[in-house]
């Protein structure tokens, strides 16, 4: 399938989420849009592969929280096939003495387990969910505002978004497992560990969704993360939009200072009034020709953009569920429905860090686990179910040599391993398994780096020094995530820069040239 030859209003690189919400919006608003995708399949990160026969897989992304409820009624995209819902329980963690914390949405039952640890940090929990809704609600209500250079924040919330998560969860909570599975979400994502500055605002962006109803609520995508990208793509089709998968964009031409279109690694050129890149500012900006001098200043500011990935991907094939030592049983109970978490305290979590940053890889990694099977079992076989892990910290660039099939294979290992001290049947359950660590995550879907939100999301690459959705280049915008607000699975920034160029597109058609 080839694009018409024609001239379009709008060109956007790349079918990722936010890259289809973009152009959903777009031909809403009757602007001619055209989305060309580099690989067969639409979705970027937001996909649901067949692995093996029988099994639908969330192979990259792989939970929905920030996806914004405006763009869901907005683009009718329930009526396109999207239907999220919430976790069952909200955390799982553990232990290998054979205790565990099970937390969820229900507050007696909350107490009752932290309680068990050391009832003096039941009010300090209640304290703390509190303080983290409020700062998730704030940087949520961040998100809105189009123009990053026009968030501010009280200096006493400031303050605390540009601590660590470490110092955020301790003025709290005193038990370790406890402070450990609060300091996670300011982790996931992240080359920093939990004592390192600005990752109170990791946590606190993790905590900003609200497409669930409830403020920092998680929850799976029915059918798969893929059925996000298959309803904002057909939403966008409804609209009038035109999409064209295999069609790698290899350079973003100019013309008189400012956008003309795109060139297909087949060597077809498309012209474009404006184009939008889904890409990272990285890969955007390198298909820029030399002579753009506009863009200098942000070719400067790229080299200190920190957009090293440490996460790696692992799916398993499970023959059956993991036989918690601490909660017994492999027919589904409420800690399977839950985030499951290797995190016994934040010694643990900082030392995963350092560890990776001293000698190439975590020897005890960061695990987050994730079971969608037991409330949609027609994702696997039946009586099979599908294990999804999200690890840290196993950087892009290792210190001790680099990724090859066999690294790749000992780092799965290792985490079969560490999840056999606390489900001791899981190697034996393993049927099979997708890895993707950071160069394979740039190479399957883009991402420079292997970095999952396009470049850290620590203060000093948030709001106002986040990439905005307009460039200094005239008709190009970027509507990733390593635009304003920046990652995770939400729109926004595809919501934004479709509002930026319906916005420069009505000025540029009403004043004379």
């Known amino acids: 399938m080839k694009p018409s030859p024609r001239r379009y209003d709008a060109v956007v690189i790349g079918a990722g989420h936010n890259g289809l919400v973009c152009a959903a919006y777009l031909a809403r608003a009757g602007i001619d849009t055209l989305v060309v995708e580099r690989s067969e399949q639409l979705g970027g990160a937001t996909i649901s592969e067949t692995v093996w026969p029988g099994w639908t897989v969330s192979a990259a992304s792989y939970v929905v929280s920030l996806l914004h409820p405006r763009i869901v009624r907005e683009l009718d995209l329930r009526t396109h096939g999207y239907d999220g819902y919430l976790k069952a329980h909200a955390s799982f963690t553990p232990l290998l003495d054979g205790r565990s914390l099970l937390l969820g949405r229900d507050d007696a039952e909350n107490a009752d387990e932290v309680a068990r640890f050391d009832p003096e940090d039941v009010r300090g929990f209640v304290a703390f969910e509190a303080e983290r809704a409020r700062l998730g609600s704030a940087l949520a ?20 978004l540009s601590g660590s998560a470490a110092e955020l969860v301790e003025r709290y909570v005193r038990t370790p497992v406890l402070q450990a599975e609060l300091v996670n979400d300011g ?30 609520a998680w929850g799976f995508v029915r059918g798969g993360m893929g059925a996000i990208a298959k309803a904002a793509a057909q939403a966008a089709m409804a609209f009038g939009a035109e999409i ?38 990285v890969r955007t900006f390198a ?30 094939a499970l023959g059956e569920l993991p036989n ?42 960061l695990v987050e686990c994730f079971l969608q099977t037991p409330t949609e079992p027609e994702l696997a076989p039946p009586g099979k179910h599908l294990l999804s892990v999200f690890a840290q910290y196993f950087p892009y660039h290792r210190s001790d040599g680099p990724w090859t099939s066999e690294a790749r294979e000992r780092a799965a290992d290792r985490i079969v391993e560490i999840l056999g001290y606390y489900a001791p049947n899981l190697a034996g359950a393993v049927l099979d398994r997708q890895i993707l660590a950071a160069p394979d995550l740039e190479a399957k879907i883009g991402l420079t780096g292997g970095h999952i939100f ?30 304003h607000p920046g990652g995770c699975v939400s729109g926004i920034p595809g919501m934004h820069a479709a509002n930026a160029v319906r916005e420069d597109l009505a000025l540029r058609r009403t004043v004379p040239a």
Not at 328 to 356: E, K, N
Not at 458 to 476: H, I, N, V, Y
């Open 187 to 216: 982790l996931i994502g992240t080359y920093a560990g939990p004592r390192d500055a600005g990752t109170a605002m990791v946590l606190a962006y993790h905590n900003a969704g609200r497409t669930h109803g409830i403020q920092g």
């Open 324 to 365: 918690f030592t601490a909660r017994p049983g492999s027919t589904p109970q409420p800690h399977h429905q839950a985030t499951i978490h290797v995190a016994p305290s934040i010694d643990y979590l900082q030392r995963a860090h350092d560890d990776a940053r001293a000698g190439g890889v975590s020897e005890s990694p």
């Open 244 to 281: 064209v998968p295999a069609s790698p964009v290899t350079q973003i031409l100019t013309r008189n200072g400012r956008v003309a279109g795109v060139v297909l690694e087949n060597g077809d050129e498309i012209e474009g009034e404006t184009v939008i890149s889904n890409a990272d500012p």
């Open 141 to 160: 209500d961040a998100f809105e505002i189009a123009d990053a250079h026009s968030v501010h924040f009280d200096d006493a919330t400031w303050a605390t």
């Open 287 to 316: 298909q820029m020709g030399a002579d753009v001098k506009e863009l200098c200043a942000m070719r400067e500011r790229l080299k200190h953009w920190r957009i090293e990935g440490a996460a790696l991907k692992v799916n398993l």
């Open 454 to 483: 396009h470049g850290e999301l620590l203060p000093d690459q948030m709001f106002a020094k986040r990439f905005g959705a307009r460039t200094s280049l005239p008709g190009l915008y970027l509507c990733g995530s390593g635009a």
